[in-house]
C-alpha cells in the first residue's frame, strides 16, 4: 500500500482565493498554511513540496520526498528514505 502526498495540490484553493483578492486591490500578505497529516504507520508516502517546508515526525515506514524552495525536517526515521532536496536544508535527527 501507497499513499502520494503532493501538498500543493491541497492548497490550489487557497491560491484561487488569494489571486482572486488580488484581483480586487485586497492583497494578502504573508499567507501561511499548515497542514497536519496523520497517517497509518505501515505504509509507504511520497511527499512533493514546492515552496514550503515540510516536518516529518515518528514515521515508521520508507518515504520518498521531493522538496523544492523549502527545508525538510525529519525526526525519527525508523525506515528508509530517498530524498531530493533543491534550495533548501535538510534537518534530521534520529534515524533508527
Not at 487557497?14 to 504573508?30: G, L, P, Q, V
Amino acid at each position: 500500500m501507497s499513499y502520494n502526498l503532493a501538498i500543493n495540490d491541497l492548497i490550489q484553493k487557497r491560491k484561487y482565493f488569494y489571486e482572486t483578492d488580488k484581483k480586487m486591490n485586497n492583497i494578502k500578505k504573508n499567507m501561511e498554511i499548515n497542514l497536519n497529516v496523520k497517517i497509518p504507520k505501515d505504509i509507504f508516502i511520497v511527499i512533493t513540496s514546492k515552496y514550503g517546508d515540510v516536518k516529518i515526525e515518528n514515521l515508521y515506514h520508507d518515504f520518498e520526498a521531493k522538496v523544492t524552495y523549502g527545508n525538510l525536517n525529519i525526526n525519527n526515521l525508523y525506515g528508509s528514505s530517498n530524498i531530493d532536496m533543491r534550495y533548501g536544508n535538510l534537518n534530521a535527527n534520529s534515524f533508527l
